[in-house]
């Protein structure tokens, strides 16, 4: 099975990566594919560059500063996986990766970098995937 781990380099999604660690310690016979969605530049960030090249740089190197972190866990516990990156409604983005990787479940954290500043159960983010995914999706909480 193909499992999706959303991270945002936050300590949300390291804990939703150390859970599907344990289901794969339990038993689970798992891939993983690592996401990580950044948001389209705001008209402010491309006013102030200036240059579409930057913000793609910019861009492509917050992806994978979010991803290194679970890359490290995932490659200690000697699991495959792929990392991929996208950009656009992270809700919306996620579902996709799960529906083009054939990902037959999702892991993920309650809260991420975004988290809401009001008390909810689950984040946007999570809650969007909860809402609109095919497959089964784990939430993963941590203590605050």
């Known amino acids: 099975m ?26 689970l016979s798992a891939s993983f594919v690592l996401a990580n969605v950044q948001e389209p530049a ?9 240059d579409a090249q930057v913000i793609e740089r ?9 991803l290194e972190a679970a890359q490290a866990l ?3 516990a000697g699991v495959e996986f792929e990392s991929e990156v996208a950009s656009g409604d992270p ?6 990766i799960a529906e ?6 999702i ?18 983010v999570a809650n969007a995937v909860l809402h609109a995914a095919g497959v089964p999706v784990t939430v993963v909480r941590t203590d605050r």
């Open 2 to 27: 193909r499992v999706l781990l959303p991270v945002d380099g936050s300590e949300g999604a390291l804990a939703a990566v150390r859970h599907a660690l344990q289901l794969v310690h339990s038993g």
């Open 42 to 50: 705001s008209l402010y960030e491309v006013v102030v560059a200036h």
């Open 58 to 66: 910019v861009s492509t190197a917050a992806a994978a500063h979010s």
């Open 74 to 76: 995932l490659r200690a």
């Open 91 to 96: 809700g919306h983005m996620l579902i996709d």
């Open 100 to 105: 083009r990787f054939e990902c037959g479940m």
């Open 107 to 124: 892991v993920m954290g309650a809260h991420g970098v975004g988290a809401p500043l009001r008390a909810s159960r689950f984040g946007s």
